[in-house]
């Protein structure tokens, strides 16, 4: 149900989480404010201090939380990358150890096409396509 959270880019991550921990504190202080009335008032007014720090323990962990989850995306999908960039280039040393051009032409035609699946105007190669 959050997915779709996590697909924000980080500066509307952020602002809608700041949004959020704005509305939550504001309901709260209003709802404080509104039931504070005669014999009541003493104790609301103390209490109301003492939740903001719960508060922005949430709201550190929520960003903390979000933070370690994209560091984390980031780091696989880096290794992803290196680990085919490192195959690629096997590839080729290996078509250049074999002897005849036939096997250099398709090594080359081969990473050409990747390189153009991979890194073309926005396509995807087949095998990457979520399920």
């Not at 087949?126 to 399920?131: A, D, V």
């Amino acid at each position: 149900m959050s997915d779709w959270i996590l697909n924000l880019p980080v500066l509307w991550m952020g602002v809608l989480i700041l949004a959020g921990t704005y509305v939550v504190t504001a309901g709260i202080y209003l709802l404080v404010t509104k039931l504070a009335v005669a014999d009541r008032a003493v104790a609301f007014k103390s209490i109301s201090p003492g939740i903001l720090p719960p508060l922005a323990i949430i709201f550190a962990l929520l960003v903390g939380f979000l933070a370690a989850q994209d560091w984390n995306e980031n780091e696989r999908a880096s290794s992803t990358v290196n680990r085919e960039a490192s195959a690629l280039r096997a590839v080729v040393l290996l078509a250049a150890a074999f002897p005849g051009s036939p096997s250099r032409a398709c090594a080359n035609s081969s990473t050409t096409t990747y390189r153009t699946w991979s890194l073309g105007s926005g396509r995807r190669w087949p095998g990457m396509m979520s399920p």
